[in-house]
Structure formats: structure tokens, C-alpha cells
């Protein structure tokens, strides 16, 4: 391929990945399946992609180091607090549970197609994992209970680097077998990758915490820095002990995570974000390398494989760890459902059935389309049914339309309180107990602490809440909360009240319109210009529109004395106005609005 090739197909490749991940925004299914298909497309299909003409020798390292930053970042989100609330079905489902999955796999995949046992038994080890590139996007579109969706994301964490690491031992034991001591070699390499692995990943994640923690860092090179840590420590562990650079990174993201005085989420945000681009990108270039040829050639035999996967395999794990916990059995079936293949077992079959092909072992080669098999199969599945089926046993998560209040003072206890009567979930944080005891004698859900602070992180409940009202007499407070907020709310979702002395400042001592959130009402309202129409015999009003009595109506009547503040449609979503809202209600909404008395001349 020429230069100018080389770089057209880069582009193809970012283009099809930005169209994907869009479409799965827009459809609300796992991106991977987008991803798969339009690799398969690209690649074996229209014969436009050659990932090893396009990359050559460098394919596999590169497939091997973003695996490792995936997992990384998958990490950085597992905190020891959770894992004291849910540790005993998690540690069951990675460890009882995962033997007892790679033993049906192993089984079926031994009588059904034929693989002889060593092979059957890799083949389980690379289909037992989850992993957090489709549980967490599922997560998101199904909306469990939080006791499930914490379940599922940290097993799709823990057990990606434990089932790299049992591949790793049986993949050695098939090399080693040829040579008369496979069993011995198996225990060496099995032990040699957790020692050495550990030592790495601990070292490098205390060393890199330090460094934050003592700020001997500038904080824009934050993410940078524990991004070439992170792959110091995979490459040096791999150099030492060969394959034990997964378990090395994922250790180092947990201890980062859980290092007291670290503040990992301006890195987490940045992992994020790559994490999104490589799982893109590799998605397409694996599926690209996909034989169809040999996929079609298994047979029916896939289909039967993937019912027992789904019907014996999962259910038998969870049934074995879920076994005298608190869960019931609505809960049970849903963790039951979900279990879909990722990319860790994608890469790691392509990896391992290369190398196996050239050391000579007979049908390696077909671990990749059963591998990819059982990847599209879970997916397409579990995506179309998991949300249905738990909106059916009645474990998802209410619609995220709540309001997270910030300031329990008077015009936010009014203003939450006409919310609740219209149906809408809130919560009001304050740090001043007189104003949250008055919210509680108004009945209102509160949380007494700085919603920025590191306890709320462990302890705010965002439970159904999609919207924050930051309506603190503090500006410096409503701009800290919207910053706080933006990455779980989304920046079209923040909103806040500003004071009369933020309002008179220049732009150049002035947060930017990013960090305010959006102005609050159809009028921008000021909190003292809020509390001084309430002192004067203002009140929030709602209003439902009918034929008889519709938008016009409601305007001609009440002019210039209305500030509307919400409105809810036909179908109960709650719009927040703002100065730039282009709303055109009609018959069935319900306006809220601040009405002022009318002048006495």
C-alpha cells in the first residue's frame, strides 16, 4: 500500500467507527455489534480493509497494548467500598463461577464440533470473560438496580485479566505438551504470571498515586504521565514474565483507584475517551480479519453451542454464586440473561490462534469465528432482550428525569417541592443543617454535605436523576456542581441560578458559560432576585393547557408577571426553560411558573 492509501484507509476507519458509535447512541444498543459489522463489511465482504497489509508486524502488539489500556481504565472505576457491599457473589462469579462456565464450554465445545480437549479447553477459557467494553454500554441502555449493574460491571472487569491469565496457563500447557512437561511448565507460568503481575502492577500503581498525590506533576500532565506508566508496566511485565502484563495494569488501576488523597477523574475521563477510540477502532480491524468462510463452515453446531452458553452455561454460574445472598429472584434472572463476549476474548483468540497455527496444532486456527461467533451472538441477543426483560421483572432503574438540587434554601425547598407534586424524582444537598432539616420537615429527599466533596462520590444516590438545578446563593458553589455534574448529567442538562455580583463581572473573572450551566428560566433569574419576587407575594403556579385554555391564553393572561421555570408534555418529561427554549406547549402539558402579584397601580 502507498502513503496516500495507508492514510484513506485510516480515515475509512475513524469515519466507520464515529458513524457506529453514533448509531448506537441513537438505536441505545452495545456499540461493539455496529463495530463488528461494519468490520465484517469492510474487511471479508467488500475486501477494502487488510488489517495485516495495513499494519503488518505491529498488528498484534498494538491489538496487545490497547487491550491493556482497556482494561486499565476498566479498573480505575473498581472502588474497595463497593466491593465490600457485593464482594462475595463477585468473587464467586470469578472464580466457582467462571470454572464451572469454562467447564460447559469445554464440554460442549469438545462434543458438538469436535475440538480435540486442548483446544476445547482454550476455547473455554476465552469465552468464559465478559468484559467492561460490553457490559458497561449495556448497563446503560438496560438501567438495572444498582446492586445488579454493580455486579456485572465489576465481574466484567475482574474477570478479563483472570481469563487472559487462564488462557495464558492453558495456551503454554498446549505449547509445553509437546515437549513431555506441560503440566509442570503450566504451574510455573501460572504462578510467575500472578507473582509477577502483582509486583508490577502494585509498584506502578503506588508509585503513580504518589506522584499525584504529591502534585510533582503539573495536572495537565496527569493523564499523560500514567499513560506511559501504564504501558511501562504492561511492556516491562511481559518482558519478565511473558502474557502477565494484563493482570499487572488491571492491579495497577485498582490500587490508583483506591489510594486515599488520589484524584483519578480528570484520568479516568481522559482514559475514557481513548478507551472508546481503541475499542473503535479494534473492533473494526479484528472483525475486519474475520474468515466468513469458516465461520459458515461450522455449522449449525454454533447455534447449539451458543443455546448452552446462554441457557446452561450463565444460569448454572449464577445459581452456584448467587446461592444464599440477599438477591432475589427477579435480580437473579436478570444477572442470569447477561453475560455478553467481548474484546478481550476477540483479541486474545486472534492473538493465541496465530501462534498456535505456526507451532503446527491442527484447527487452531477456527478459535477466531467461533470466538467472533459467540461475540456477535451474545451481543445481538441480550441487546435486543435485556432491557425488555428487566423492565418485566421490574429491576430497571426509573428514566433518569429527576433533579438533583443544589441548595435546600427557600426557593430551592419551593421550587423541589412543586417538582414532587409534579411527579419528578428530586434530591437537595446543602451543607447547612438548618436548611436541610427544613427540607425534611417538608419531606423532602436530602443529603447533608458539599455535593462536590469525596464523600458524596461514595454516597450521593443519582438513582434516576438526569438533571441538575444548581440554585445556591453561592456562584463559585452552582459553578463547582455543574463542573462536577457535567460528565454524568451531560452539559444540555445543567442549569443554575447566578447572583447579582456574578452577573456584573467581566468575562475575564467570570466562570465560562460551560462551568455555569444554563441560565434558569424563560427570564435569567438571579437567586436575589428570586427571593426578592417571593418576599413580595410571588408563587410558583402550575398550569395544565387544554383546548379551551391553551398557550396563548396562558400568555395573554398572565403577561409580564410570568417567569416560566418548567414544562412537562404529554408524555410526563419535564423540560427545564431556559432564555433560548423555543417550547410551543399545548393541550396536556402542565406549565410551572413563578408568578408575581400584579402592580397595585
Known sequence: MNEQQILLTFGGIGVAALGCQWLAWRLKLPAILFLLLAGILLGPVLGWLNPQQLFGPLLMPLVSLAVALILFEGSLTLHLSEWREIGTVVHRLVTVGALSTWAVITLATHWLLGFDWLLALLFGTLTLVTGPTVIV?????????????????????????????????????????????????????????????????????????????????????????????????????????????????????????????????????????????????????????????????LGPAVLVLLLIIQFIARPLNVLLCTFGSTLNWRERTLLAWIAPRGIVAAAVSAIFAIRLDE??????????????????????????????????????????????????????????????????????????????????????????????????????DLVGLGHLLALSPSGELNALAATRFRHEFGPQRLYALTNNQESRRTDKHRASHEH??????????????????????????????????????????????????????????????????????????????????????
Open 359 to 460: 507451532a503446527g496444532h491442527e484447527g487452531a486456527l477456527l478459535l477466531v469465528p467461533l470466538t467472533f461467533a459467540v461475540i456477535i451472538g451474545t451481543v445481538v441477543l441480550q441487546s435486543a432482550t435485556a432491557r425488555p426483560l428487566a423492565r418485566l421483572l421490574k429491576v430497571a432503574e426509573p428514566p433518569p428525569s429527576g433533579f438533583l438540587i443544589v441548595g435546600a434554601n427557600g426557593p430551592a425547598r419551593l421550587i423541589a417541592k412543586a417538582l414532587h407534586q409534579l411527579g419528578s424524582r428530586v434530591l437537595l444537598t446543602d451543607s447547612n443543617w438548618e436548611n436541610i432539616r427544613a427540607a425534611r420537615m417538608d419531606n423532602l429527599p436530602t443529603y447533608f454535605g458539599n455535593p462536590a466533596s469525596e464523600h458524596a462520590e461514595s454516597h450521593l
Open 516 to 601: 455555569r450551566g444554563q441560565a434558569f428560566g424563560d427570564r435569567a433569574l438571579t437567586y436575589s432576585q428570586l427571593v426578592s419576587d417571593l418576599n413580595q407575594g410571588a408563587e410558583i403556579y402550575s398550569t395544565l393547557l387544554t383546548d379551551a385554555f391553551t398557550w396563548e391564553d396562558y400568555q395573554a393572561l398572565h403577561g409580564e408577571r410570568a417567569t416560566l421555570l418548567f414544562a412537562r408534555d404529554k408524555t410526563g418529561w419535564v423540560h427545564v426553560v431556559t432564555p433560548d427554549s423555543d417550547l410551543k406547549p399545548g393541550a396536556g402539558w402542565t406549565l410551572l411558573a413563578l408568578i408575581r402579584q400584579p402592580s397595585s397601580d
Open 137 to 297: 454500554p449495556m448497563l446503560r441502555v438496560v438501567r438495572p438496580k444498582a446492586s445488579i449493574a454493580n455486579i456485572l460491571r465489576w465481574e466484567g472487569i475482574v474477570i478479563d485479566p483472570i481469563g487472559a491469565l487462564l488462557a495464558v496457563v492453558v495456551y503454554s500447557f498446549i505449547i509445553a505438551s509437546a515437549s513431555g512437561d506441560g503440566l509442570s511448565h503450566s504451574l510455573l507460568t501460572f504462578a510467575g504470571v500472578i507473582v509477577c503481575g502483582s509486583v508490577f502492577g502494585i509498584v506502578g500503581g503506588w508509585v503513580s498515586g504518589h506522584v499525584l498525590r504529591k502534585q510533582w506533576l503539573p495536572e495537565y500532565l496527569h493523564s499523560l504521565a500514567t499513560l506511559a506508566v501504564v504501558l511501562a508496566v504492561f511492556i516491562a511485565a511481559n518482558q519478565v514474565m511473558h502474557e502477565s502484563g494484563l493482570l499487572a495494569v488491571t492491579l495497577m488501576g485498582m490500587w490508583m483507584a483506591n489510594m486515599k488523597g488520589v484524584d483519578v477523574r480528570n484520568i479516568l475521563h481522559f482514559k475514557e475517551n481513548l478507551s472508546i477510540f481503541l475499542i473503535s477502532g479494534l473492533f473494526i480491524l479484528l472483525a475486519a480479519r474475520l474468515d466468513l468462510n469458516a465461520m459458515i463452515g
